[in-house]
């Protein structure tokens, strides 16, 4: 069956555009999250969805970053005035619940912010 | 506050040994989730096993095992004779029902050398 898809699965842009990444949850998942991996780094949380909605935001590094969630399934975290120091690999996820669902994982998408 | 710890950055063994992954994690709530992930060299993320805090039986999965102890706020992997394979940085998470989001630790590099 389908998993978690993310797009593009790399992204060279220069400093100070704005880059758009999506994910695809695996149909039915209710749970969206986004995480940041830095090199060599652990998971850094940026913002989960439930639903449409997000109840927890506080992992957005700066307001340059934000993310939407349209139908309960594709999101789109958007990171506006790319900076160098935002080149990581962005990973999804998504579960049928949050908490106590294990997350299924996309591929990524490795930003390189030049 | 919620903190997931691997102190352990790197471990090598040369196949057949048994190692031990290490992590310690912090919850004020009595109510939580822990898991552990591993990202083998492609990169993704694969789900391998979740607890919930009122169940402390360890499990054994193949060559697999998992000792949770609430008494020292530890969730230890252990793989017994490690094959080359089982090379991959291995992530604990935490997940509180109060905060609503998995936070993961900075990981262990296993290397497994033939």
């Known amino acids: 069956g389908a998993g978690v898809s993310q797009s593009p699965s790399n992204k060279v842009t220069e400093k100070g555009k704005d880059v758009e990444l999506r994910c695809d949850p695996i149909?039915?998942?209710?749970?969206l999250y986004w995480y940041r991996q830095s090199l060599g780094q652990g998971l850094e949380f940026l913002i989960y969805f439930q639903g449409n909605s997000a109840p927890d935001k506080s992992g957005l590094p700066s307001d340059r970053f934000s993310a939407e969630r349209t139908g309960g399934s594709v999101s789109t975290l958007t990171i506006q005035r790319t900076q160098q120091e935002d080149s990581a690999v962005y990973l999804c996820?998504?579960?049928?619940?949050?908490?106590?669902?294990?997350?299924?994982f996309g591929n990524g998408t490795r930003l390189t912010v030049t | 506050a919620q903190k997931v710890t691997q102190a352990q950055t790197e471990i090598s063994v040369v196949e057949k040994e048994d190692v031990t992954l290490d992590c310690v994690y912090e919850t004020r709530d009595t109510t939580y989730y822990l898991f552990w992930y591993k990202q083998p060299p492609s990169g993704e993320l694969v789900f391998l096993i979740r607890r919930n805090s009122f169940d402390e039986q360890n499990e054994i999965s193949g060559r697999y095992s998992w000792n949770f102890q609430k008494s020292t706020s530890s969730f230890n992997f252990t793989i017994t004779a490690s094959q080359v394979v089982d090379s991959a940085v291995y992530f604990c998470a935490l997940s509180e029902l109060s905060t609503d989001k998995l936070i993961f630790g900075t990981g262990t590099r296993l290397q497994v050398f033939p």
């Open positions: 149909s039915g998942h209710t749970a």
């Open positions: 996820a998504s579960s049928l619940a949050y908490l106590n669902s294990p997350l299924h």
